[in-house]
């Protein structure tokens, strides 16, 4: 059984200030949810000040990216340590941000995912087509190059305990989401490679997460899908109605009234 994981991916939205106050009302608009793993990934910046606030509640904290070295000089960049030593336990790997502003490659993503299991950091590793590459019908050949790529050299026990995020570029921000039919679609293909790379026990085991334009009114029908484990959500998680909204959704989908 998968524990569906709702993670906000804040990207660069909200100081620190600002991501205190949003968590304190977060922590009360969740705190009986339970069935749901709840996560919020903000700035390098208020992971400190957010790991105390959040102790002991519900909702666990995520980076949005780390450098793959343990230490050195790699000036302005951020180690997986320092993460952990900032309540980290989740951190955001090949976000298709991080790959068209700032020349992130599979190969990047593999050795960060390495250095991050290696500190005992969860990796949501994000992959997804741009909408040139679904015209075309390049969907299937994109995304497994980027699965193949991005799990190089891990271990099927470490990949069991992985995220990997479903994030098709043209849904993100765009309002645009891919049918739940798209979707699930795209996660099965995932799983069904992660089972060809490793065995079929790692496939059912690893969470795949959609993203793209999650919304209160999309979730469910996202969240039914057998193959889709959670979502990751980006300008939705920025408001705590919404976001909390989307969690509450999810654990109605599993749990639905009887
Ligand atoms: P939106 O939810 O704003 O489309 O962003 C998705 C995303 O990029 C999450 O990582």
Redesign the pocket.
């Known amino acids: 059984m998968r524990t569906p994981i709702i993670a906000g991916?804040w990207?660069m939205y909200k100081t620190p200030r600002e991501a205190v106050s949003f968590v304190e009302e977060l922590k009360k608009a969740v705190a009986d949810v339970q069935g749901v793993e709840i996560l919020v990934c903000p700035t390098f910046l208020a992971l400190l000040p957010l790991s105390v606030i959040l102790e002991g509640s519900n909702i666990r904290l995520g980076a949005q990216n780390m450098f793959w070295a343990a230490e050195g000089a790699y000036t302005g960049e951020v180690s997986a340590e320092m993460l952990r030593e900032s309540g980290c336990t989740y951190v955001?790997l090949g976000?298709?941000?991080r790959r068209q502003y700032f020349g992130e490659t599979d190969a990047n993503v593999a050795k960060k995912a390495r250095a991050a299991l290696d500190n005992g950091l969860v990796p949501i590793i994000?992959v997804g087509e741009s909408i040139d590459e679904r015209k075309t019908g390049r969907t299937a050949t994109v995304i497994e190059r980027q699965v193949h790529g991005s799990l190089a050299g891990l271990a099927a026990d470490e990949v069991t305990g992985l995220v990997v995020?479903y994030?098709p570029v043209w849904?993100?921000?765009?309002g645009l989401t891919a049918s739940p039919g798209d979707a699930q679609e795209v996660n099965a293909l995932i799983r069904r490679l992660i089972g060809e790379l490793y065995d079929r026990g790692t496939a059912a085991s690893v969470r795949i997460q959609y993203?793209?334009?999650?919304k209160p009114g999309n979730a469910a029908e996202l969240m039914s899908q057998p193959d889709i484990d959670g979502a990751?959500?980006?300008?939705?998680?920025l408001k705590t109605a919404d976001f909390a909204g989307i969690i509450k959704a999810t654990v109605e989908t599993l749990n639905p009234p009887q």
């Open positions: 991916n990207k955001i976000h298709s941000e994000c995020a994030e849904a993100i921000g765009t993203g793209g334009s999650v990751l959500v980006g300008g939705a998680s």
